[in-house]
């Protein structure tokens, strides 16, 4: 089979490995799209997520749809279409019961994280504990199911914040997070959602998925004191502080981008003086079932996918999706859908 190998800065080659056979508990899948993230950019094109380095050749990817290839106890028939939980949850933690992804010396598909790596599915066959699989409803395409993951991730922000029904949200950043945060705070029921962005490509996806209004920041400032939920998805410090000045007194900031780990200025001053809850968000625990049934009964949302792109060009991915002004999210059609 071929797998596409991130082996140091700018460099990944697709090569051909043995294709795995399954162990105990274990399920061969067939992967037909995978989905380009954050940090597979930051891997391609610095070699390292954070202090995350790749010291050895890393396949990654973590967003993925396809169909069960072989299940060795035969539960599940060749072709039933899935997505999958890319987090193995490490060790369990009895303060932490209900927040697995939190639980120490975890893992997740794609990350340089674990020595050795954990690989991840850019590959044209993937092994996955039994656990992780998701079957799709039968009404939801393979495609549109590569969403499943990213839309968890803000979902999962979502309930962080608690319930929104009827409130007036901005979302800060406008890029595939972004974009699936607005798209699922409608679905929850939020009355009003701005979105900002500092170029005219997200914004205008942002509007196409359903913002009332979007701000180019800049160009113009955000209200203050204006918003009851804020869900800052850009990982930007101007952008958290703006955050924190645009929501109401007493209001809700979540924090969903990832920020660079080392100091950055931020301006507290509103953080304090208006009370403001504030959470950090990461990855999720079980909102991918969620997803999964929003995604099914909402196909607008696949508008987020903007580009697909054969497994033969993935370099080419990458570049794409490093461009935000021409692109939201990227797929790699591995195994396209017939």
């Known amino acids: 089979m071929r ?17 795995p056979e399954p162990g105990e508990g274990q399920v061969r899948i067939r992967v037909d799209y995978v989905g380009i993230c954050g940090s597979d950019l930051h891997y391609y094109f610095e070699g390292a997520n954070g202090a995350f380095v790749v010291r050895e050749p ?4 973590h967003e993925l749809s396809g169909r069960v290839d072989h299940d060795p106890n035969g539960e599940l028939e060749p072709g039933t279409p899935i997505t999958v939980h890319p987090a193995t949850f490490g060790t369990p933690s ?55 993951e990213p839309l968890a991730v803000a979902l999962h922000a979502l309930t962080k914040a608690g319930d ?12 595939p997070i972004g974009l699936l ?22 914004l205008a996806r942002a509007a196409e998925i359903g913002a009332a209004e979007v701000i180019d920041v800049s160009q113009q400032g955000v209200p203050t004191d204006s918003y009851d939920v804020v869900f800052e998805c850009s990982g930007v410090a101007v952008s ?6 645009a929501a109401k007194p007493a209001g809700t900031v979540v924090q969903v981008g990832l920020v660079p780990n080392e100091p950055r200025p931020i301006n507290l001053a509103p953080f304090i003086s208006k009370e403001l809850r504030v959470y950090g968000t990461f990855r999720f625990n079980d909102e991918i079932d969620e997803a999964i049934a929003i995604l099914d009964a909402h196909p607008e949302i696949e508008r987020v996918i903007t580009h697909e792109v054969h497994a033969d ?14 692109s939201g999210k990227v797929i790699v059609a591995v195994w396209p859908e017939a």
């Open 181 to 202: 945060t607005i798209a699922a705070a409608l679905v929850k029921g939020a009355a009003h959602v701005t979105a900002t962005d500092v170029l005219a490509g997200p």
């Open 240 to 245: 958290v502080s703006t955050a924190f000045a």
């Open 313 to 326: 060009e993935t370099v080419d991915a990458f570049a794409i999706a490093r461009n935000s002004e021409e």
């Open 3 to 19: 797998a596409a190998f991130i082996e140091s800065r700018e460099v990944l080659n697709l090569s051909e490995v043995s294709t």
């Open 164 to 175: 929104i029904t009827g409130k007036g949200v901005l979302v800060t950043g406008s890029g």
């Open 94 to 148: 009895d303060e932490l019961r209900d927040a697995p992804h939190l639980w120490p010396n975890g893992a997740y598909l794609g990350s340089a994280s674990t020595d050795p790596h954990t690989q991840g599915a850019l590959s044209e066959y993937l092994l996955v504990d039994r656990g992780m699989l998701r079957r799709l409803p039968e009404t939801l395409p393979v495609r549109r199911a590569v969403l499943a």
């Open 58 to 61: 890393l396949v990654p990817g």
